[in-house]
């Protein structure tokens, strides 16, 4: 464990101990030209870099965030890039102390700014903490902060409050029921508490996607570990909150021995489409859509004999749109996949992007111009290792 404090708040708000500054990596956008509709791009040098998540900005440019050890120390730092609507970074930075530092969230501030949220082992009281980070739309921080305990507590998403503030959700080891509970923490526009939850039993349990609704309400998707030692059972687990952090509906989905949901996408009418992995010989992706009470409405299998996942979900009004992975076609051993579905659940377009090696992509969301940004890594181009990799692609997935 690395040398901090003890301190005598088991879990809470703690202002952060300041992180070494922030290092810029300098950036010169090329000129102003004709912005083509759809684009790959690459970032990165030469080790492992990943984006996680991207936020679409109002200018028809994005903010994605993931972590880099190109940029940093030896091990990975947090980092975010603000991008226009060509894929060229105007600014991008990267954060971390002497420690592991990663971020899996990001949000657009109301500002122009930004939100970013992962974990920080370089900070805080605990193995490692929440980390969140209030940036301007320079990439300028203004304020940073941790949640947490004496052991490992971490968010893995992040979504937008109506009040300007923020919701996170992924795990807590500090307290709680188990040895991790599935963890939701709201705050507010200043980084301040404004409230937190905890769900789980002796096992472990944990939330990988979080997204809110105009009404404050938030729903989080992660997985329950239950059953006896000896034949542990992963089952999906969905919880709807409202705007103060009460339960609305819970659900659970049990169709394999391992289910873990891993995206998540609010509707119109209050519902949510979820999706997520289960092992049926392989890995298949499922898909299901839960009404506003949390009762299953549909659900679907997707993949093939290899192994396929999905990271990331959009709404459009055509149906949810995934992103993840596939290793059951495409050029790869395992292809970035874009797969469109209707409203039923039935697919509209399944599509493959990457090159000989592995591409995945871990988020995908709705472009200004109606098309689709999706944010990934690629070990099949780039400068290095990995990279991090940032598509522009037209409504039906296509490039």
């Known amino acids: 464990m690395r040398r901090r404090a003890v301190a005598s708040l088991v879990v809470g708000l703690v202002a952060a101990p300041a ?22 791009r690459t970032f990165g040098g030469p080790r492992e870099d990943k984006l996680y998540a991207l936020a679409p900005m109002p200018d028809g440019g994005a903010l994605v965030a993931g972590s880099t050890r190109s940029h940093g120390t030896s091990r990975f730092d947090g980092w975010i890039l603000r991008l226009d609507r060509a894929g060229r970074a105007l600014w991008q930075r990267r954060d971390g102390g002497d420690d592991t530092e990663q971020f899996y969230g990001v949000v657009a501030a ?35 902060r ?70 404050g309400g938030a729903v989080v998707a992660g997985y329950v570990l239950s059953g006896p030692t000896a034949a542990r059972d992963f089952d999906w687990r969905v919880i709807a909150l409202d705007g103060e952090g009460e339960v609305r509906w819970d659900a659970r989905l049990d169709r394999t021995t391992f289910d873990l949901a891993t995206a998540v996408a609010v509707t119109a009418d209050g519902g949510a489409v979820v999706a997520g992995t289960s092992e049926r010989g392989g890995r298949d992706v499922r898909v299901a859509r839960f009404d506003a009470t949390g009762a299953l409405g549909w659900e679907r299998v997707l993949g093939g004999a290899g192994r396929d996942t999905i990271w990331g979900i959009a709404t459009t009004a055509e149906g949810p749109v995934l992103a993840g ?47 689709l940004w999706v944010a990934g890594y690629t070990t099949s181009s780039g400068a290095g290792f990995e990279d991090g990799w940032v598509l522009k692609l037209d409504r039906a997935g296509r490039r």
Request: charged share 20%; hydrophobic share 40%; glycine share 16%.
């Open 19 to 40: 992180l070494p500054a922030a290092r810029p990596v300098p950036t010169v956008p090329a000129p102003e030209a004709a912005v083509p509709a759809t684009w790959a």
């Open 110 to 144: 109301p500002d122009g700014g930004a939100f970013v949220a992962g974990h920080t082992r370089s900070a805080g009281v605990g193995e490692s903490d929440l980390w969140i980070q209030r940036l301007d739309r320079r990439g300028v921080r203004s304020w940073e």
């Open 146 to 215: 941790t949640v947490g305990g004496l052991e490992n507590d971490r968010a893995r998403a992040l979504a937008a409050a109506p009040d300007g503030g923020v919701v996170a959700a992924g795990f807590s080891g500090s307290g709680g029921a188990g040895g991790r509970d599935l963890w939701v923490v709201a705050l507010d526009a200043e980084g301040a508490l404004r409230w937190e939850r905890r769900f789980g039993g002796p096992d472990h349990d944990m939330a990988y996607a979080v997204a809110t609704d105009a009404a």
């Open 325 to 371: 992975s596939t290793g059951s076609s495409g050029a790869g051993s395992q292809d970035l996949w874009v797969v469109g579905l209707d409203d039923a659940g039935a697919t509209r377009f399944r599509r493959t992007h990457g090159g000989a090696l592995w591409d995945r992509g871990t988020a995908v969301d709705l472009a200004a111009d109606g098309g």
